[in-house]
């Protein structure tokens, strides 16, 4: 544990003893308490309590980060906090998000509108764990398990769902299987969920470390087949030693649906590179020249990589990084003849033509045909018109 770390735990049980002080109750509560158990490193630290947003407030300097949930940032010395305020959820209509959020005054009701049971406990300013919900036994066993009943906790807000495949890839823990038969009845719903959130949730669960267990138990629960493109991929993924990291498990599913889908919403930017790795998996066993040069080495590894692992290429990072690198142009820019010159020796105004020669000037060199000196280009330029 390095000292930022916990300075950042001090400042929360200071922001804790000064709710106390004002007459509220307050815990950290969440993944803190969780990843402490399990001595894992904390990420961000979140606090429950009775104060009303309005009144936390009053109290701190803050943020109002999160206010129609309830939720204020508390910025207290250098650390940051989300503190908000004990709640229960009524009537879930959109499978995501609570229609109304109702504050509670009883820590029980907040204890149990969370999502798992090991995402419950309450830890005090002195360090003493509360556990209204068998949280610790089922860490210490290492069980997922939904609070209350799991089919309706996962039609209350079926992002839930994903949330225990994250954190079985996090932390490789089992599922419960009453937790685990819930969501092979009630997977479907994963469909009414925004795909941003669905996106983010496979996201993190790609970084995890037990993330070929995750995906094992993504493939028994069925979910998979409600997983834009996402489906043949998975199972494929499931069955391998190693796993990719997120290009290229995005790249071998894509390449085995055929195409990205439209519905999943990546930047334009990763869409192109997954459309392009399909592309180039389909065209190529090994790099040419004219390959390595259109595509550039970032794309041409990424696509050796999903060939690898979809068992079409042998890996040939080393050999493609070198080609690569040998290639006796990199781009048009390098071109040792420039197109004012091309234009005064050939005595002709600029238009379509320039860029279709310097193309053709490219290629020759590339193949060899040509070499990259103004004099071979100039000569080559002459004999081409
Ligand atoms: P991580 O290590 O990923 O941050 P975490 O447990 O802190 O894990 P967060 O997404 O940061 O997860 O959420 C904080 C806490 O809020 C959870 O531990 C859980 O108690 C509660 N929570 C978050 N999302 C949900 C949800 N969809 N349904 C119910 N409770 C939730
Ligand atoms: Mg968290």
Redesign the pocket.
Known sequence: MNGDYMEHVENAKKVIRILKKNGYEAYM????V??KLLKMPI??I?ITTNAKPTDVMKIFKTIPTGLKYGTVTVQHNESKFEVTTYRM?ENYTDFRHPDKVIYSTNVLDDVH????T???LLLDEHGNITDHVNGIKDIKSGIIRAIGDPKE?FK??A??ML?AF??QS?LGFDIDSMTMDAIKEVGQNIEHVSKERVLDEIM?MLKGKHLKKALNSMVESNIIQYLDGLEKGIKFIATLDEMPFTDAFFGTCFVLNKEVPQTLPFSNKHRHKYQQVIELVDKYQIFDNVALYTYGLELCLLANKVSFILGKAKYAKKQIADAYEALPIKSDLDLKLRASDIMKLLDRKAGAWLGELQREMVLAILNGKVQNTKEALEAYVLSHQ
């Open positions: 509560v969440g993944g803190c969780r990843d990420s961000d979140d959820d509108r969370r999502d798992f090991m995402n419950a906790r209350e807000d992002l839930r949330r994250y954190f996090k993190k």
